[in-house]
């Protein structure tokens, strides 16, 4: 009788521990698609979080550069120029970019 009390009691616990296994597979498997989600996410909300901090630094640059142009008179004139714009009697001249071939 004791022995078959032994047997029933190892085959008690591999059951048991056989359903913990199989609970813990099940839970992995149930969330293992939700932890990528959630990492596609964060890897979005990273490049996002990226593009707007460029978008800032580029909206503070445009805000300087106004604050010059109502300001400073001497960097309206540069910039005029480098568009191509020129005082009254004065004369600009274009050269065309040297592109390391010669033709002779």
């Given at each position: 009788m004791q022995q078959t009390?032994?047997?029933w009691n190892l085959i008690n616990r591999i059951v048991l521990a056989?359903?913990?296994v199989m609970a813990v597979v099940g839970v992995v498997l149930a969330f293992a698609p939700k932890v990528q989600q959630m990492q596609?996410?964060?890897?979005?909300?990273d490049t996002?979080?990226?593009?707007?901090?460029?978008?800032?630094v580029a909206e503070k640059e445009l805000?300087?550069?106004?604050?010059?142009f109502l300001t400073d008179p001497v960097y309206v004139e540069r910039v005029a120029h480098a568009v191509g714009y020129a005082h009254k009697d004065e004369i600009i001249y274009h050269f065309p970019e040297e592109t390391g071939e010669r033709n002779f």
């Open positions: 009390e032994k047997y056989a359903i913990a596609t996410y964060q890897n979005t909300r996002l979080q990226q593009r707007i901090e460029v978008a800032l805000k300087d550069k106004q604050q010059r």
